[in-house]
């Protein structure tokens, strides 16, 4: 078996579609590679090194606080750009929405009112799933499986480019505004890796635009640590939680702990949250008030009310299971689908047909939902010292007469599609009369049709008695089975919000429930804790994160009375979905093959070796190799080899040996072979520059194919020396070392290549990591998963 | 030169007095070892490990998981215990002096109950002083310092111990009851790391007692993850910051960050505060509420004042630049003061001395401080609606009459102790008439003689003119030379809560002076505010922590609003100490010339190979050994290695090498010859039983010294085969192999031996610790420390 990796990063993203990907759990695809963590010290960079002044390391260090600084500043804009322009699209599609009742109320056009909604919406969510069908497919989703594979290592094609980042913020603006069940903070995630890559290149390959700076850290290693800055500065953004953007991107991602690291991840996070919190206080015109450190915020919580009793916490532990268990359903429900998915719906004109009819049905669902219900409860004076002035005007204009329908229809329109200004949506809300008689509201349609973000809110802070029993009930059930059937379609969106508003939907149910006259009633007569449990509960149980989790929803909450319950809560969800189901973002790296890294090997592999483990035989070169031979190695498609094992001879009275003497990288022979770095021209080079780093990295990352480089005949007798410019010090490890001894190496140091030598040095194999991701814990102990054919 | 290591753990806790460790920061000693955190994969172990079922492997890890919660629950109940019973302490010692108070009030009694009170203070101050130099030095200080040693791979002598724990509680209650200028805070970390090595173990090596359970966690890998746990526990019982505990833990210790180690470590976090919060509360009949997360809590920001303004940010940068400077010089002075106890104050009675002297001066200082200043301010009847009914009775009995003197010794008494119940002590602090008019208090003395925890509250929150600018200068003053003194005696005792209160006083006094009438006063009319930044300042210029002591400061303040300007308040105060002088717990570090090594090699460090930095020639023991020869190599003293390579003999052609096969550490070696597992006894131990991985476990961890062993003349010609002990597979690095890649993997994988090898596998060298520890960025680039002849 030959570990025969794809390089070619630079395929046509129509040929790489998914649908040539084997989507399989029980498959490794042989499309990803993984990242270059470990440094090649070879004599370039020692030199580099070497030469390099106190100060120069001094200046390093502070490019990369500058680069952590920026990456904060740039994934902030973001968040907040993308929460101007969905509010200020909605506020168009509310302005159009609007004529048309004006014009059409007369000739009876509620029902035409509808259809131009749910046209409107559609076309909002056809414009996003075409974009990111057409251009970027990889944008698809939330981005996040995609994040904690680059974080865990693996490099998937495209997902760190600027139009990748340009897909997915136009993608998810499309479809918030298209009233999907799906929230924007997930992506931010990803499109604040994507901004860490390219911050700190100083560069854009695709813009074709070289800044000339920050060219030392461009390397893979380098580029990881700066890529998971990103990430924890998209959750910090998204979530207001910068202690919980690092955890979320240590969680996921860093194996190895670096303290200066940690701190100018949390750097970023912070600058991140800033930014954010500054630019929206100063477009909302509240500088000296920094009140919105996230795109969403749980509201402050009543000082009084945030304590629980001890008699409580085996409720929590109540709602953790159920919430561990709705999530596994979830899941399950959503792994059919992505299968049906990839079986039948892979051509792109289908995917926008279905992201399209998603659309339409959630419209039209909440429409019938909110008519078959008649929750209706009395419109209470109080309310409308909410409304801002030009609205209050508005509606007593509208009120008097028995205008429901239109009343309907502008209030749905006004909020349904998820931004416009706070206080004036509050208002409007609030007094969703709908099917209701006059001086009444519908609380189904409050809990409906609002964004997402402020019915999360509404739920947990509300009063007792806001919502009737069936109202929750009916939500849950239809916003679950809209949610599940949203993720997975090939839009921008993230499933974090949903998942929130169903957990909070039933918690509050939950806690509504519970017998209200009992002796310990002053604690839990405010639902809108349980609320809270119900949501962390669900988010628990359908993405099975823990520390960071509990850590984001603390930061959300502003509060960390809460800690402890929030922690029992998701731990129990973990426990009882972990029984039934993996996690939604892990059941969507295995579909798509990735040979992911756990953190440990499975606990009953000691009785794998190396020499079981690693592929062989191993193709090596010799320290001074004929340029054809190299050459043909590297065309070779059938064994796709990315790392070589250098070997020298040496002779012990009689014996001649092959030690090992480094290794080389396909990348660098690619631009040795680029620049003709040919033994015989070395005397015609005292002319020419050396070789330096620099060529390597401006190469760097998309290093051409070998088809691109030409070799003369006479040129392939000619022999290189690679000396110098391979890795002198590889790791090694004997063949009776066992697997999760090599999978602690590969793991803690970030490897990509492992050589496996015998007795004497010399070379018998190599581990790749996927020789280490084959190998993982079914239900019967360990299985064995098959590499892919491609 | 030699790798010689001192591995006696078990010596004469008199004769290893500091005094005998080389007190140099331009050495390194050899009295400590590393822990083992790399596995020994021998066949007993893979024999064990293969012979494990799934179902095992389950087990155990809810093994881990009980463990951890046992370790909360402990460090819980332990912080409960010492809050309880300074309480009480304190209670007792009022009684006392109030009987005299009033026995001698006729006859002039201030001097004569001044001076019982000197006496008392200085009485428990001598109890803690004398238990900590008598019988357990090592619980002398916070403990921190310790605890970052031990996480960071140092074994530190006798620091995990069942008695270590016992004096460091009993120490710290004496030295809080003795009203030093201390707090009980960091010792619970020392602590909870205690508490954890005890609970993994299942057994107490000092008290004999052997639980026949988690047998499998008894090596140093399991112990130090543990250990991690507990210290962060305690961090938690501390401060109610369980996420500021694990990430305390991490940034101190782990260097491979593992998820369900980091999982696990969260909850022994959270049942720890969870365990203090229970019972507190029922400590103090308020079941339902659990409002007392940790020994100190920062109380509740009133909501309305919790935000800040860009224009602040430029403040808190400036504060932290105080707080850096303030902190450099805590550290400077107490470096020196350091340096001079260690020449002259070695002797355990002149500490014990020096100790009672600190508690005098102490007093008298503060008696002076309150006689001088007259900062008295008009007794506002608000204030006596927080006296208890009792505390308002007797003070309305007193007041009436012009008691001054009386008042002043009473309120003193009660309140300077540090620990009578919240409510009553609020009462009287309110009213510390001493030498003011009637109807008056002193505010000077409520700053002086409240409790160190209590007063950080009140500096946080009073509002506005609470305290003049005098009281608060010469506060700051007078304690920030009292904490400096305090700080290193031999006496348990944390530095966190004096820094906290030194850099609240002049935080706050800061705040005062800023105008108040500018375009902006609504937002910094609180000096509360800049009383918190300045406390963070402070704290962050002695200790220099940065991540961690944002979460816990954020926990403590119990809102996440202002992480974002004490973030910037701690790293401004670790840039502007850092280029003075280190941290104060580095500094002891440094001055105990442990081998400390840190989070990445020197930068400037590319140009040491492995071959340089390795200790060679390496003692090499054959596969199959003379018992004779190992018993010679151990005992040598004046080569006390550790590790030692095992070679094989390989013959190509004419040529004979000796490679490398494995590595055996002194501890297998020790209880392979106390079992006397020789290759002449084999066939007679057809009857006896197989050694088994369970026999090296039960001399864990105190293996006997060599000296007890004893083999007669005939036995030293038998042989021992060591490949069934050994490891087979050591991790190697080639000669060529640059420092920092050398550092990169022995930091990554905990490792204590690294084997340097040549070409063909030969051993040429042996890398540990103290190889590496001493390389350090000086100011005039890289130095290199030596070693101590001992």
Redesign the interface.
């Known amino acids: 078996r030959l570990s025969t990796v794809d390089l070619e990063e630079d395929i046509d993203p129509v040929r790489s579609r998914p649908k040539e990907i084997p989507h399989n759990e029980k498959l490794l695809s042989l499309k990803y590679e993984s990242l270059d963590y470990d ?1 090649s ?1 070879n004599q370039l960079f ?1 030199e580099e ?2 030469r ?3 100060m120069g ?2 200046c390093l260090e502070i490019s990369r606080w500058v680069i952590c600084g920026l990456i904060g500043v740039f994934t902030g804009l973001i968040a907040c750009f993308i929460d101007i322009v969905v509010e200020k699209l909605a506020g168009v599609k509310y302005s159009v929405v609007k004529k048309n009742i004006e014009m059409f109320t007369e000739v009876g056009g509620l029902s035409i009112s509808l259809l131009l909604w749910v046209v409107l919406n559609s076309a909002f969510v056809m414009v996003g799933a075409i974009i990111v069908t057409c251009f970027e497919p990889i944008a698809a989703g939330s981005g996040i499986p995609q994040i904690k594979c680059y974080l865990n290592g693996v490099k998937v094609p495209r997902v760190v480019r600027l139009k990748t980042l340009v897909v997915k913020v136009c993608g998810v603006i499309c479809s918030v505004a298209g009233g999907l069940a799906v929230g924007k903070e997930g992506p931010m995630i990803h499109s604040g890796a994507v901004v860490a890559a390219g911050v700190s290149q100083g560069r854009s390959t695709s813009l074709k635009k070289d800044f000339k700076i920050f060219e030392y850290f461009r390397r893979d290693t380098e580029k990881r640590d700066f890529v998971s800055a990103g990430a924890a500065a998209g959750v910090s953004a998204a979530f ?4 919980g953007g ?2 979320f991107s ?2 996921e991602g ?7 690291l ?2 100018r991840i ?2 970023a996070s ?1 600058i991140s ?2 930014t954010l919190n ?1 630019v929206l206080s100063v477009y909302h015109n509240k ?5 919105s ?1 996230g795109l969403i915020n749980f509201g ?1 919580f009543d ?1 009084e009310c945030v ?4 008699y409580e916490i085996p409720l929590f532990i109540c709602m953790g299971a159920i919430g561990g268990l709705l999530g596994a359903l979830f899941n399950l429900l959503n792994y059919w689908l992505t299968i049906f998915r990839i079986r039948y719906v892979h051509r792109p004109c289908l995917q926008v047909m279905e992201a399209m009819m998603v659309a339409a049905v959630t419209a039209s669902v909440s429409f019938a939902m909110i008519y078959l219900s008649n929750d209706c409860k009395p419109l209470k004076m109080d309310n409308s010292e909410e409304y801002p002035l030009q609205v209050a005007q508005w509606l007593s204009e509208r009120w008097s007469g028995n205008s429901a329908a239109r009343q309907f229809v502008y209030s749905w329109v006004r909020v349904g599609q998820g931004g416009a200004s706070p206080s004036l949506v509050f208002g409007v809300v609030s007094a969703f009369q709908l099917f209701c008689a006059d001086g009444e509201y519908n609380a189904m349609a409050t809990t409906f049709f609002n964004t997402p973000e402020r019915s999360v809110r509404s739920l947990f802070h509300n009063p007792r008695g806001t919502y009737n029993l069936l109202t929750l009930g009916f939500f849950t059930l239809t916003y679950f089975f809209l949610a599940c059937w949203t993720y997975g379609l090939m839009v921008s969106a993230g499933v974090f919000i949903p998942s929130l508003l169903i957990g909070a939907a039933w918690g509050r149910l939950f806690g509504v429930l519970l017998p209200n006259k009992t002796f ?1 009633k ?2 839990w007569a405010d639902p809108g804790k349980y609320a809270l449990m119900g949501a962390a509960a669900q988010l628990g149980g359908i993405v099975r994160m ?2 960071s989790l ?2 984001i929803l ?2 959300a909450t ?4 809460y ?2 319950p929030i ?1 029992l809560v998701l ?1 129990t969800a973990k426990i009882v979905g972990d029984y039934f189901i993996e996690g939604l973002y892990d059941i969507h790296i295995k579909l798509q093959s990735v040979p992911f890294l756990h ?2 090997a499975p ?2 592999s ?2 794998l070796t190396a020499r079981e483990v690693m592929s062989s035989p191993v193709t090596c070169f010799n320290q001074l190799e004929k340029v054809g031979t190299i050459m043909d190695f590297l065309s070779n498609t059938a064994t796709n080899h990315n790392g070589f094992p250098v070997i ?1 001879q ?1 002779t ?4 001649c ?1 092959f ?1 090992l ?1 480094g290794l080389i990288l396909r990348s660098q022979l690619i631009v040795l072979l680029k620049h003709k770095v040919f033994v015989e021209r070395a005397h015609s080079r005292l002319h020419q520059r050396k070789l330096q780093l620099k060529d390597f990295r401006d190469a760097y990352p998309r290093f051409p194919p070998i088809q691109s480089i030409h070799v003369s005949q006479d040129e392939r007798e000619c022999m290189m020396d690679l000396s110098e410019f391979m890795n ?2 590889p ?4 063949q ?3 697997l999760p ?1 090599v999978f ?2 590969f793991r ?2 970030g490897l990509r290549h492992l050589v496996v ?1 015998d ?3 010399k070379v018998v194999g190599l581990v790749t990591r996927k020789d280490l991701a084959r190998y993982h ?1 079914g239900k019967h ?1 360990l299985e064995e998963l098959h590499l892919a054919q491609m």
């Open positions: 440094n010290e020692l090194e070497r390099m002044s106190h390391f001094r207001g939680a910068p202690v690092v955890l240590l969680e860093a194996s190895f702990w670096n303290q200066m940690t701190w949390f750097f912070m949250t800033f500054l500088t000296t008030e920094l009140s450190p402050t000082l304590q629980y009793s001890l310990i002053p604690i823990t520390l509990t850590v603390v930061e502003g509060n960390v009375t800690g402890f922690m731990m953190w440990e606990a009953t000691h009785w020298v040496a012990f009275g009689m014996t040996l030690l003497c002198p010090t790791y090694t490890v004997p009776e070392t066992s001894r602690k190496l803690a140091l030598v007795d004497v040095n814990m102990g």
